[in-house]
């Protein structure tokens, strides 16, 4: 109750008993801690943010031109992605569709053409990704109760090529809107948005900056928590977590209530109602 009453200071929205989305809530838990990190690092140079340090990871967006290929970037820094769900499908599978490439429109500086694709990878990964499932509707207030499954295990790929000489060329990737991730949502994705965008840490970073290079390759990351979201609709409901202790051993914690469960379970029972899924890098 400490930690709520702390985050209502500096949001007001979290005062009292009013029903709020734990996703923006973890969004300004977080911006909170980045904002006392760095006073902390005036005092103490020494001082990591955990933020910073965990959570923390960029993405690059590249848009080429269809017609003549010449590229630009727009590098991000996230702590989570808020991911579409796809029907029938699997985080895995949530995850390849917000990296998937999509067409934009767009006026090419150099030769005039009109489309350009655009596409986004990890530049950089976390040690733990905060994935965010898009359940609520913004627009309908109506919540996606559709079953994910949800894998014990993730790959995820980090950018192979290297373009740190190739960058600051060009115009600015615009950025994708809100909501919509890396490329507009196929008919088969169950449509839904978190209105929390806003609140999300992102930092836009400036094309042609130093950068370090990138080794390619994928990393293994290990579901570790899954918050659920107990309920038909915005407007009422229940949140759980479930977290994987050490041992292979998993708690499943409903307010005051803290008991034994399994790995097992979790998958079974949280398929239709996770929102939040905490995975780490192996
Ligand atoms: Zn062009």
């Known amino acids: 109750m400490e930690l709520k009453d702390c985050i209502a200071l500096r949001n007001q929205e979290f005062k009292g008993n009013s029903q709020n989305d734990a996703h923006e809530f973890l969004s300004e838990c977080l911006l909170g801690l980045k904002d006392i990190g760095h006073t902390l690092q005036m005092g103490d140079v020494s001082y990591q943010c955990p933020v910073d340090t965990l959570l923390s990871f960029q993405l690059q967006h590249i848009r080429s031109c269809r017609s003549c290929g010449v590229e630009s970037r727009r590098e991000e820094i996230s702590t989570y992605l808020s991911l579409q769900m796809v029907a029938q499908g699997t985080v895995q599978n949530s995850l390849e569709l917000y990296f998937n490439e999509s067409e934009v429109e767009y006026r090419c500086e150099q030769c005039g053409g ?78 839904g948005a978190s209105s929390s965008e806003a609140s999300s840490i992102t930092q836009e970073l400036e094309a042609g900056t130093e950068r ?61 109602t996770a929102y939040m899924l905490f995975y780490t890098r192996k």
């Open 114 to 191: 009109q489309v350009s694709s655009l596409r986004c990878s990890f530049y950089t990964l976390p040690q733990v990704l905060i994935l965010h499932l898009k359940r609520f509707c913004p627009f309908t207030l109506t919540k996606s109760m559709a079953p994910l499954q949800l894998e014990t295990e993730l790959q995820i790929k980090q950018r192979t090529e290297d373009i740190a000489g190739r960058c600051g060329e060009s115009p600015q990737v615009p950025a994708p809107s809100a909501g919509s991730g890396c490329c507009p949502a196929a008919p088969s994705v169950l449509e």
């Open 212 to 272: 370090e290079k990138v080794e390619g390759g994928s990393s293994t990351y290990s579901l570790m928590s899954v918050l659920s979201h107990i309920g038909t609709n915005t407007d009422c409901g229940h949140y759980t977590s479930d977290c994987a202790e050490e041992g292979g051993l998993w708690l499943s914690l409903n307010d005051e209530e803290v008991s034994p469960t399994t790995q097992e379970a979790v998958l079974r029972e949280r398929a239709s």
